[in-house]
């Protein structure tokens, strides 16, 4: 069965500090990966996707993360901290085959805190 | 260029009733889904609309259901409202089913009482 599981619903970091947020992912055939931000009363903004090639992938706002098949882990990362940063963030999983082709499938999210 | 366009906003209905929410996808997207946020939970989906068909069905009741029009706008109608469908309710459109992404509107937050 298809899940994602994101260790850690709330992370605090100060700002300037290394950001680290962790998803796991579990399926019987080959993931494409996303990252999602939310912030208060919005939507999901696409941070960065992992489809094929390139196992390290760049997004917006200096987000990036390395998807790692071994591991079955595709951790969100971001070197420096900033306070816009605080918002809630999501990992997500979808596939391009079978009977569940494009339908995402969450975690439950991360509520990331920036403290000056 | 407009994104996704959700409306309501914001809505409350009572329990018992039906409401039936509207989303018109960002330009050039074909498919259309829906999504249940919880508060303090990760979005669920509820169904997938692709050349005006429902094609994928998450774990939600026979209450929920849809429609796609031919320029791609979606509807959700919910009837028989319970207290547990409150939540904020997403929708989101890609041009290629969803597998490389999908861009999602600001959501209708539904509260029944």
Known sequence: AQSVTQLGSHVSVSEGALVLLRCNYSSSVPPYLFWYVQYPNQGLQLLLKYTTGATLVKGINGFEAEFKKSETSFHLTKPSAHMSDAAEYFCAVTFDRGSTLGRLYFGRGTQLTVWP | ?113
């Open chain 2, 1 to 113: 260029d407009a994104g996704v366009t959700q409306s309501p906003t914001h809505l409350i209905k009572t329990r018992g009733q039906q409401v039936t929410l509207r989303c018109s996808p960002k330009s050039g997207h074909d498919t259309v889904s829906w999504y249940q946020q919880a508060l303090g939970q990760g979005p669920q989906f509820i169904f997938q609309y692709y050349e005006e068909e429902e094609r994928q069905r998450g774990n939600f009741p026979d209450r929920f259901s849809g429609h796609q029009f031919p320029n791609y706008s979606s509807e959700l109608n919910v009837n028989a409202l319970l207290l547990g469908d409150s939540a904020l309710y997403l929708c989101a459109s890609s041009w290629d089913r969803g597998v490389y992404g999908y861009t999602f509107g600001s959501g209708t937050r539904l509260t029944v009482v």
